[in-house]
């Protein structure tokens, strides 16, 4: 069996280093970016090919990008200091997709809102609620990830939601959580505990503008759905 080539050892217009430096990112797979990030691959296997294997063990950067550190740890040849690298980059990604909503009236461009959550969240294999926080302007001032596990009331303690705005100076807030494998629709707890929420938050001035589900299928405006619990 011949032995594999290290990277260093190809031709120089196919490393991916050169290749991006030359050709730019675009010319480049998924894998071999990838691969500049990890630097090094493991015994038996270059970074082309380590990066090939994580892409379709977590179904590409999405996947990536909702992954847990200790799911990337558990790929073998992936140390603490290649999942900080690619910790880092996925981080990159996140505040350059949340940063627009950080300029704009989330209520008058929702549709920005709805890709940033969608990219966040939809591919996350666990529930996650989060809340949103929002100046006057209605412009993105802070996310706080609450709570991960199955989402209902007893879960999510009203007082905790409270402190959140409270420490975050919030005028208002915009709740949100996913439905890992299933369609984008408010359960009968979503919509108690929504109203719970709705009620503690009135208590000090703090308006709730809307909850939103993400599913598989797409999202669900519990305020368009509902718009009684909001009243």
């Not at 300029?103 to 966040?120: A, F, G, M, Q």
């Not at 939809?122 to 209605?138: A, G």
């Not at 494998?181 to 009968?188: I, K, Q």
């Amino acid at each position: 069996m011949m032995e594999k080539k290290h990277i260093k050892e190809w031709p120089e217009d196919e490393r991916p280093r050169e290749m991006l430096l030359e050709k730019g990112p675009g010319a480049l797979s998924d894998a071999a970016l990838l691969a500049i990030l990890l630097r090094t691959g493991r015994k038996g296997q270059n970074a082309i090919e380590l990066a090939r294997e994580m892409i379709e063990r977590f179904g590409g950067f999405t996947g990536l990008l909702s992954a847990r550190n200790e799911d990337i740890l558990q790929v073998k040849g992936i140390g603490k200091a290649k999942v900080a690298q690619i910790i880092a980059a996925l981080e990159i990604v996140r505040r350059q997709s949340r940063q627009p909503l950080q300029k704009i009236n989330v209520i008058e461009n929702p549709d920005v809102l709805y890709v940033y959550l969608k990219t966040s969240l939809q591919h996350l294999p666990r529930e996650e609620f989060r809340i949103l926080h929002l100046n006057r302007s209605k412009h993105l001032i802070g996310e706080e990830t609450l709570f991960r596990g199955t989402v209902d009331e007893s879960a999510i303690y009203a007082r905790e939601v409270v402190d959140s705005a409270i420490r975050r100076k919030a005028s208002a807030l915009i709740f949100v959580h996913n439905h890992p494998n299933g369609p984008a629709l408010a359960s009968d707890e979503d919509k108690v505990l929504t109203a719970a929420l709705i009620n503690a938050c009135k208590a000090i001035q703090i308006a709730v503008l809307d909850h939103i589900v993400i599913g598989q299928d797409g999202y669900l405006s519990m305020r368009r759905s509902y718009p009684e619990l909001f009243a």
